[in-house]
């Protein structure tokens, strides 16, 4: 019995180390990727630089203004409520570049895994079928896309999330409000995420039902704090992301499905975690509240697909549910008696469309052309760097993303409205829109390039086949 224990404690010892293990191939991946990406010029102003800037600026003890390309000059707290977010601005006193968040962005996401396994092992007792359920987490590829793509308060806030959630599981309920106060102060919207999870509790657990309705009035209360309160104090009432709804309960189910991206999405989310979340009951609510936030506003596309930060809370939710699933089968005997088998199967599951079907975006980390990439940028590098720190630039949305430590605004034909001290133009063929958000496209630049030429108030003062910048007299 002695050497049978033995054993079984080498084994799980074994499983802790791989999943240590993959914690850090996780977080090592999102970091490579992200930075790679970053200086690639592949990150936007919206949202990568708006939230480098205000996290800067408290860091230096300013209030977080920034130029919001419809608000005009306005405090941050007017376009979306995020205090939560500051925790992270101590650390520009350690590093004081763009580049940190990006970093944080990907440890605090690996950092959830961690707990995410704990917790599995704690409910499952098994650290097999926790280690699947971890390795489903990582490999899923709308997580990934979170940590990649940009930077994003939701993105963050799964570390706080997961750790509710696994506070919760341990009876640590002092440290779980705690913890649920600063998940819901990410974004003013998570107010409906908070009453997702208080449903949960509710279900989940006899003695959890009054911290389960706890939750629900705390989380109302946040969204009428945020939406009545701290938007209209400093957006003079406007709240730009309000966005119409179908009519009629059939038409808002209907709206779940009604795409094809959204039904890829749903399928491809479930299957990601071999469908585990359909034998917890407790999480149903919870996960189609997440899912009716993002699919029923009809003017957000993008919230419909595994791309960008809306799938990392649904991360979370899947996740944790397909823990519980997996418990509830493990009353079955066969489930039980093959339970190895199936931590196997859902490793190979979640791997098989990580690798071959969704292509997931940590692919990159382990291709040399991605990494060749980066030294095609040198040009637009050396451009930027011939910019005084302390001067007020305006340029493209990519390029903007150098600049956020300094006055920086989007490029806009109105730009003597501004007087930027510095107005850079790329005009090369082939770029991204997304280069040219807000305001306009390739062609738009190119007028404003000619304007500026014949604009007495700026000089030529740097320029390449198609590169210029212009300073202000």
């Not at 993002?294 to 799938?311: A, K, S």
């Not at 001067?391 to 501004?418: D, G």
């Amino acid at each position: 019995m002695m050497d049978f224990r033995l054993r079984l404690q080498s084994k799980e010892t074994y499983i802790d180390i791989f999943a240590y293990i993959a914690c850090i191939v996780f977080i090592a991946c999102g970091i490579l990727v992200s930075l790679h990406r970053y200086w690639q010029y592949e990150v936007s102003f919206i949202d990568f630089g708006i939230y480098d800037q205000i996290i800067w600026k408290v860091s230096q003890f300013q209030e977080p203004i920034v130029l919001h390309f419809i608000h005009g000059k306005i405090n941050f707290l007017g376009d979306h409520v995020v205090p939560s977010i500051f925790i992270i601005s101590p650390l520009y006193w350690l590093i004081d570049k763009p580049e940190m968040i990006l970093i944080v962005q990907s440890l605090v996401v690996g950092l959830s895994g961690i707990l995410l396994y704990d917790l599995a092992k704690y409910v499952l007792k098994d650290h097999a079928l926790a280690f699947s359920i971890l390795t489903s987490y990582f490999l899923f590829t709308g997580l990934q896309n979170a940590v990649i793509t940009e930077f994003h308060e939701l993105t963050v806030m799964v570390l706080p999330f997961m750790a509710a959630l696994w506070a919760i599981v341990k009876n640590k309920k002092v440290l779980y409000y705690i913890l649920l106060i600063i998940t819901l102060g990410f974004k003013e919207i998570t107010f409906s995420l908070g009453i997702g999870l208080g449903i949960a509790l509710i279900f989940l657990k006899r003695e959890w039902i009054r911290t389960g309705i706890f939750t629900l009035i705390i989380s109302l209360l946040w969204g009428f704090i945020a939406f009545k309160i701290i938007i209209p104090y400093f957006s003079q009432g406007q709240y730009l992301y309000a966005s119409s709804i179908p009519d009629g309960l059939f038409n808002k189910i209907y709206a779940l499905v009604d795409h094809p991206l959204k039904r890829r999405t749903l399928f491809y989310s479930f299957l990601s975690f071999s469908y585990l979340s359909f034998f917890a009951p407790q999480f149903w609510l919870a996960i189609l509240q997440d899912y009716t936030s993002r699919f029923l506003p009809q003017h957000f596309i993008t919230r419909w697909d595994l791309g960008l930060h809306y799938n990392a809370q649904s991360a979370v939710w899947l996740s944790v549910a397909s823990v519980f699933g997996l418990k509830r089968l493990l009353n079955f005997k066969v489930i039980k008696q093959y339970k190895n088998l199936i931590a196997l199967f859902i490793i190979l599951n979640s791997f098989i469309l990580f690798r071959f079907v969704l292509h997931g975006p940590f692919l990159l980390a382990i291709n040399p052309s991605f990494y060749n990439q980066t030294k095609k940028f040198d040009f637009l590098n050396t451009m930027v760097k011939t910019i005084p720190p302390d001067s007020f630039v305006m340029t493209h949305n990519n390029l903007a993303t150098r600049f956020t430590h300094q006055e920086v605004a989007l490029l806009t034909p109105e730009y003597e409205k501004s007087k930027p001290d510095y107005i850079l133009l790329d005009l090369r063929e082939g770029q991204s829109p997304n280069n040219f958000c807000c305001n306009g496209n390739l062609e738009i630049a190119r007028n404003i390039y000619q304007e500026l030429i014949l604009d007495e108030r700026y000089v030529l003062t740097y320029q390449t086949k198609e590169q210029f910048i212009f300073k202000r007299k």
